[in-house]
């Protein structure tokens, strides 16, 4: 055997690099290096395997075993482990340390030395017993083991050891332990250390779930899925759930835990308010100090309760403070005039720290008395309170029907919503009033003359000579049984009545006042008389004349609905013979048809509770289906992204995904999912289309569908002048089809924008963006109209900035610009004019000119869809018979307004364009002062002398930007126009 010499010695020298870093995903089942005791392993032969311990400066033992027989040929040394129990392991994994010299370094060493050893394993239920024969054919094969490096003689006079590490996967393994065999056949190796180990998913912490250790399984391709627990004080969401990867590492956390009412997260777990703070609602938020006028004294506060005096109501949330009922009303006077009683006060100096204030009115009358509350009783029920005796929000209040001579007590109370849980005094005020001073009766006994079935006749005198002429009298009266409930009333000039529409068989009470010229006297007692009991043979007659009147009136209806009948049909064919007429010319229908759709849109607002409108309108998608991406914006309430719909069953589809950001408020909840509930009644090809929303788990997500190019307003500011004009009005047209199926819904867009219209990879554009009050918020373009509404006032109608009127041809209104920012490619409208400057130029007849290489027939389409008058716009079902006329001509688009030598029929047909007696006026028109001194050098002094311009005129004189110069140049060829009207009329400018 050749001796390993030095290299036992230098062996003490490898501790320092045996430092066991560990990982927190292995469970170690076996590691030489921390075994204190004998390793006890099996050699065979006997001296083949040495096993060397030696014990370090901690006095710890160091196991290595080596072997070196290159001198002999036909080596075949086993060494075997101790029987390893595999625990909960069902793939192993063996980490080898060991040195193995090169062979060429060994002097007088034929062919018979190796550089290699053998692994080898073998799999029992139960210890081998201690006879039992070494039989190398039990053991299964696991790897032939090779040096990366290896040490010379030079090494060892160096004192220097290279030392590798091997790591082997052995299983799968299924029996309860196993053994591990190491073969030489040949090579000089020292087995420095052996850990035997299997790897698993620590127990951890995620979103307040805790998760077990988890073995992989054995298939290394498949995860296993874990569903953790809640931790304490904690409560589930959605159901928490990790994966458990091969390599024992957690991926795909999904699900969470909220902390419950009165815990709060903190480090992953959940702790107990603090004395002093609560919280009242599960949920990952923080607990809330208390509110003013309450505390906790208790950890884990749900509710802070209300100090001694202060109370919350019933619906009153637990964030709000503590309150108390208010003081007695201030400064309370009474006023009397002949026939009424005021009373009127001033609010509380203490509220009691609410804005919920009421006040009740409490009566009493207090006759023959001293005034005492012990000889006063409730008000007679004849008393009149307007508006009302209890739960009144003014301060002040008029008493009707009050008796004369008559001493009344008024007690005003003021209540919020904790009075009735406090038990302090009532909150009053006091008043007496004496009615002394109130005008007399005047009218003595009324007396019944007579009665019939349906009417009573009444007569009364004067008690006394009124002070001053009596104007009329009025007549109040209501039936005995509905106390007042509903009365009437009637006037008469003179001292008798005839009350007619009254009930047979019915008591009627009355009471009777004057009018004099200063006022109303007091009422009269009440009396009370019957009608008499209905005649049969009158009834009979009465219900033959009603089945007669409904005969007459049915034949009657019957003649005029065929009369009308007839007409319709008459006028459908006189307005089917014009539309035919009108559809030969290339001009529009006036006015708007209202549509005639099938499918009405349904207002979400109309709903008691929108979350109804969401889940009629809008499918709810499994969570689990949808695969985001990547984030491609931001929006208002959260992240929008792109990704993939993968429904069982499917094929994938693209999507945008919008999601709800956490911490929102149920109001924000049902803002965003408002636009589901709309977009979902819509199903058109030019419509953007609802996948669905997911509204049962978080995050709340709006998928529709995905449109590569985005934006249409962007998408041709990227492409300028890329596309031919065909193609351009092939966009208009979708976008046409688009709108004229809202329209015949009956649904109404109001920002109709080339920023709200999308593009997709086939340059299909479809309508989208139906939420208009919300993203007009933070919209640079919108405006405040005298309503108060924000409307983007460059792309909407007139009548719809002045009086917030807005319509389907409000809608055609905005359709035209969009038409115009399409031609222009994205440029925006009425450049830099500000939105007022906008609205009066509108105002004053200006109309957006043509883009640079924009057809006579787009511009003309343009300019109807900015006339003035609503019912003078055409229809989207017209707009899109026009397009598609151009589509099939496209000769008819050839003729382009800068090169156009022809011109509408008359100049009714022109728009009323400002006229401009200056270049310099001219130029401060279109925002463009800064060029007037180009213009004025260049010899361009008048209107008559621009309007010959080209671009390359206008280049010359030196307007270099690309914007400046379209500007200038679509502004020539209006005023162009202009010019050539007014020289055909025989004026001079």
């Known amino acids: 055997m050749f001796s390993f010499g030095k290299y036992c010695v230098l062996f003490l020298l490898l501790k320092s690099i045996l430092s066991d870093s560990g990982s927190s995903n292995q469970v170690v089942l076996l590691d030489t290096t921390t075994v204190l005791g004998e390793l006890d392993w099996k050699t065979y032969p006997v001296n083949g395997w040495d096993a060397i311990t030696e014990m370090d400066e901690q006095n710890r033992p160091i196991h290595t075993f080596q072997v070196c027989h290159v001198m002999e040929p036909n080596q075949n040394n086993w060494l075997r ?204 938020t923080k607990c809330s100090k208390c509110p003013l006028q309450s505390s906790s004294h208790d950890q884990a506060a749900t509710i802070c309760h209300c100090d001694k005096g202060f109370y919350r109501a019933i619906k009153d949330p637990s964030t709000m403070a503590c309150t108390r009922p208010p003081s007695a009303p201030r400064n309370l ?35 023959g008395g001293d005034g005492s509350e012990t000889q006063c009783e409730p008000c007679e029920p004849d008393l009149r309170f307007i508006p009302r005796p209890l739960g009144i929000a003014g301060t002040s209040v008029a008493i009707l029907d009050f008796a004369v001579q008559a001493n009344y007590t008024f007690h005003v109370e003021a209540v919020n919503g904790v009075s009735e849980l406090g038990v302090a005094a009532r909150s009053l005020a006091n008043v007496t009033v004496n009615t002394r001073q109130a005008g007399p009766a005047l009218v003595g006994a009324v007396r019944k003359d007579w009665a019939s079935h349906n009417s009573i006749a009444l007569s009364w005198s004067q008690v006394e000579q009124p002070p001053s002429d009596i104007v009329d009298y009025e007549i109040k009266y209501y039936e005995k049984e509905q106390e007042q409930l509903r009365y009437s009333s009637t006037r008469t000039k003179a001292p008798s009545v005839v ?19 200063t006022g109303f006297t007091a009422y009269s007692p009440k009396f009370e008389f019957a009608t008499a009991a209905e005649d049969p043979e009158i009834a009979d007659q009465g219900q033959v004349l009603v089945v007669v009147t409904a005969s007459v009136g049915g034949f009657s209806l019957l003649v005029i609905l065929t009369l009308f009948l007839l007409i319709t049909g008459r006028c459908q064919g006189y307005i089917k013979a014009r539309m035919k007429s009108d559809d030969n010319r290339t001009r529009f229908h006036s006015g708007h048809v209202p549509f005639s759709g099938i499918k009405t849109y349904v207002d979400p607002d109309t ?60 109001p924000q909840r049902r803002e965003f999912l408002r636009e589901a509930s709309i977009i979902g009644q819509f199903h058109n090809s030019n419509i953007i289309r609802l996948e669905g929303v997911v509204t049962r788990s978080r995050p709340v997500m709006i998928v529709v569908e995905y449109m590569e190019n985005g934006a249409l307003d962007t998408f041709l500011r990227t492409r300028d002048g890329q596309f031919t004009v065909l193609q351009l009005v092939g966009m208009l047209r979708g976008i046409a089809v688009g709108m004229n199926y809202l329209s015949d819904m009956g649904y109404v867009h109001r920002d109709l924008a080339a920023r709200n219209i999308l593009v997709d990879e086939n340059l299909v554009c479809k309508v989208s963006d139906f939420s208009m009050s919300r ?83 787009l511009h003309q389409l ?68 800064q060029y007037k001194n180009n213009f004025l050098a260049a010899g361009y002094t008048t209107l008559d002398s621009i309007s010959t311009m080209s671009i390359e005129d206008v280049k010359r004189i030196g307007v270099c930007l ?5 500007r200038i140049i679509s502004s020539i060829q209006s005023l162009r126009l202009q010019l050539h009207h007014i020289q055909q009329s025989g004026f001079q400018v």
């Open 962 to 966: 690309i914007g400046h110069q379209r």
């Open 607 to 666: 709903y008691e509770d929108p979350t109804q409108a969401v889940e009629e309108f809008a499918k709810e998608i499994d969570p689990s289906y949808i695969c985001i991406d990547r984030v491609i914006g931001t929006g208002e309430f959260g992240e929008v992204c792109s990704g993939r719909l993968r429904i069982p069953g499917r094929k994938d589809v693209a999507v945008a995904i919008k999601t709800l950001k956490g911490g929102y408020m149920e």
């Open 333 to 367: 006077v009474s006023l009397i005039n002949d026939t009424a009683l005021f009373l009127r006060w001033m609010a509380p100096s203490d509220t009691g720290g609410r804005n919920d204030i009421t006040y009740n009115i409490l009566c009493q009358r207090c006759d």
């Open 499 to 517: 009350v007619t529409g009254l009930r047979p068989s019915t008591v009627y009470v009355f009471h009777v006042r004057a009018r004099m010229a």
């Open 81 to 284: 482990s101790g029987w390893i129990q595999r625990q909960f392991a069902q793939r192993v994994y063996v980490e080898l340390r060991f040195t193995l010299r090169d062979c060429n370094s060994i002097p007088w060493v034929s062919g018979t030395c190796k550089e290699t050893f053998n692994l080898f394993y073998l799999q029992t239920n139960e210890p081998l017993s201690a006879g039992t024969r070494f039989r190398p054919t039990d053991y299964a094969k696991v790897d032939t083991i090779a040096a990366d490096e290896s040490f010379t003689q030079t090494d060892l006079g160096d004192r220097v050891l290279r030392l590798n590490t091997e790591v082997r996967e052995v299983g799968p393994v299924t029996q309860k332990g196993f053994y591990l065999a190491f073969q030489d056949v040949g090579a000089c190796i020292a087995l420095v250390s052996v850990k035997v180990f299997y790897k698993r998913c620590p127990s951890t912490l995620r979103n307040l779930a805790a998760f077990p250790d988890t073995v992989p399984h054995m298939d290394s391709s498949s995860l296993v899925e874990v569903r953790g627990s809640c931790v304490e004080n904690a409560e589930e969401r959605d159901t928490p759930k990790l994966y458990c990867g091969a390599d024992g590492d957690w991926l795909v956390p999904l699900g969470h835990c909220v902390c419950s009412t009165g815990h709060e997260e903190m480090d992953g777990h959940c702790r107990a308010c603090k004395p002093g703070f609560f919280k009242a609602y599960a949920g990952n």
């Open 775 to 857: 993203v007009l918020e933070d919209d640079s373009d919108a405006a405040y109209t005298s309503t108060g509404g924000k409307i983007p006032i460059r792309w909407t109608a007139p009548e719809a900035i002045a009086y917030g009127k807005f319509s389907s041809a409000s809608d055609v209104w905005s359709y035209g610009i969009v038409m115009w920012e399409v031609m222009s490619y994205g440029e925006r409208p009425y450049w830099e004019m500000s939105n007022q400057d906008v609205i009066l130029s509108i105002e004053e007849g200006y109309r957006l000119p043509a883009p640079i290489g924009c057809p006579v027939t």
């Open 862 to 929: 343009m300019l109807h869809c900015w006339q003035k008058e609503s019912s003078q716009r055409p229809c989207f079902s017209d707009i899109l018979t026009f397009l598609d006329k151009l589509i099939i001509n496209p000769s008819s688009l050839l003729t382009l307004v800068n090169d156009s030598l022809s011109f509408p029929d008359s100049p009714e047909d022109m728009p009323d364009y400002p006229l401009f007696i200056s270049i310099g006026d001219w130029l401060d028109s279109i925002k463009m002062s």
